[in-house]
DNA sequence: GATGAATGAGTTTTCATTCAT
DNA sequence: TATGAATGAAAACTCATTCAT
């Protein structure tokens, strides 16, 4: 990839730092500005508002996230790989990219206006695969998105805690664990 | 309880309702008071600043909480009707007292510093639970903190989608459902 | 002195000890209930305002160094010697009511509105002095209110520096030391 | 000098007029911003708060102070010619520069945080000149640093009294009448 | 006399956004 | 494109004073 000609990438990166640690109401312009070693002023060459910046920001990496996940379930056997392929995934992501994933996480669950929240794609993909699952057989039936919820909420709190180091367990162990918890959820 | 003398309370209902609707940050010391129906200057008489009056409902709630969990659980009479109790108390707690319940989330989540965020209350009551039904035999052995993480997360992750309205399930059935599923997440 | 039936010297000796540190217009209210040990309401009952209080301080102090001057002066036998208990007097007060001529000074100088400092009853002391002196012909001639104004400033500013511990003298040596500059400057 | 790009000095020279006048404390950040012509904002562009400006102002004017009363020294050619040229210095910097020296004194007696008031250039400046003038034998011995204050004390409070109009002599009778006199305080 | 909660006008400070260079 | 000083509206917070108890 080239030298990038503008600065957006700066603005991009250092905003997402920092909305991620502090949350996007606290910070300030100023303060990505700075991080950026860029002028408040090219913010706005780039984009409309703060806000803007950070809806910008959330679709981009929820994008990225998407496409992450997509990797990971590319080479899976059948819908039980899968699933165990998207757990993986989410956990390895959220370890990888604890940037990113701490973005979303946050402005998805209070910080961005409604519109934006809609298209939870990571939801989305569990959502087929436990669709497939139940076509099959395999998984047994109750209401997709009540399943995904819990499934993803299995995932995210122990994230969630995990991050916050209240978990003594050793990480590969986790992942196993929530892995199963997850299957012992949805299958018959 | 007699009508109270000062409007701390008044204070602290009306910043609760809005903390709870914005966010703390987002929310206006102007816009507590005027929902109060006092004067900005009377919400310092009460509360260091506005992070204090935060700090100061996010406590306090959550103590609610935990005291509300508590009744749900006092007419147990094994260790798996504990746990039943506590999702069920849960859902109710989310459903009958949805500002108090917001609150608690969000500020949990992101906007309080580290140390009120520590002590998590009903998580304890939780990996309480999870702990005698291991020693009773009767659930499996795995790390205490991640279990309580997972079934939280489970329940948490269904409530907030369930308030987006995007679980299209009966809310009964939900709870139901949810039970089973972390009676199924911590059994053997 | 029996024990006072109000609150009134409670309210001036908090006052006094903090106007002094901080000044008039850095000292609030509230902190001088709190070291009073009263409520702020209270102060209103004895003075009129803020301003009414510091006013009412300096003026009772400076009669008070005005007469803790004329017992100095009281067993003198001439103007030389009038002179030396005056200087003598002034360092003494400063140094035995530190509080009080501290705020003193700084009201004097800054805060107090402008009739309030027209009275400096001690210069006006010193200006007798000085006037006798030239009458009797041991003091040179020259302006009286420019050799008050010097002769006091020499004291002030010594004892300002004393304060600030930027003189490295003994205190009786300064005394004696000041004095004898003092008649130097105004002898023939 | 050209025509400065930013309202830096603008804000300067209105808050140094405000600070004279009324003190620090008593003058708002509204009445600077008035005055100045510019948008209260500005001000925390250049400062990071009144109390940065205040001192920033009290730095930048004791220096001027200083280099004015150095440029008095130059063309004295002994140590009784310097103190007379200090004096005269003193005077006339407090005559031209009203606003500058009303400010400096203020500030320094009671407005500013102690570690800026250490360092009072001029004090220092004439305590050298009665060390060079005990050296060389014209000037009695005595504590140097109380000397200065001696000095400095006579040359204030004559100025004080000066400004106040409670001095009835003409001008430059006073310098010299306070000149002869200083002298008379440190010579054998 | 004493209280202290409440006031409200005022203070300092913040910050997203604009605009001349 | 990029800058960064300037803006101004709004934020958090302060405090002398009042008043019902």
Same mark, same amino acid.
């Given at each position: 990839? %080239? +030298? ?5 990438? &700066? ?5 997402? %730092? ?20 860029? /002028?408040?002023?090219? !913010?706005?060459?780039? @984009? ?5 910046? *950070?809806? /910008? ?5 929820? &994008?990225? @996230? ?13 819908? #039980? #790989?899968?699933?165990? %392929?998207?757990? *993986? ?13 701490? @973005?979303?996480? /946050? ?8 519109? /934006? ?13 436990? +669709?497939?699952?139940?076509? #099959? ?5 109750? &209401?997709?998105?009540?399943?995904? *919820? ?8 122990? !994230? @969630? ?6 978990? %003594? ?20």
């Amino acid at each position: 990839m %080239a +030298r990038p000609l503008t600065k957006k990438t &700066d603005v991009i990166d250092a905003a997402l %730092a920092l909305f991620m640690r502090k949350g996007i109401k606290a910070t300030t312009t100023r303060a990505i500005a700075l991080r950026a070693g860029i /002028s408040e002023g090219t !913010i706005y060459r780039h @984009f409309h508002s703060k806000e803007d910046l *950070a809806e /910008s920001i959330f679709e981009h990496n929820l &994008d990225y @996230f998407w496409k992450y996940l997509k990797g990971y379930l590319k080479n899976t056997k059948n819908t #039980e #790989e899968m699933l165990q %392929a998207f757990v *993986a995934g989410f956990f390895e992501f959220s370890r990888r990219e604890q940037r990113r994933y701490g @973005f979303i996480i /946050s402005a998805h669950q209070t910080e961005l206006k409604r519109h /934006s929240r809609e298209k939870m794609k990571p939801k989305q993909m569990l959502t087929k695969i436990l +669709r497939l699952g139940q076509k #099959e057989g395999i998984f047994r039936k109750m &209401d997709l998105s009540l399943a995904s *919820a819990m499934v993803i909420g299995t995932i995210m709190q122990t !994230i @969630f805690y995990l991050k916050n180091g209240r978990i %003594a367990v050793n990480y590969d162990d986790v992942i196993k664990e929530v892995t199963q918890t997850c299957l012992k959820m949805v299958k018959k």
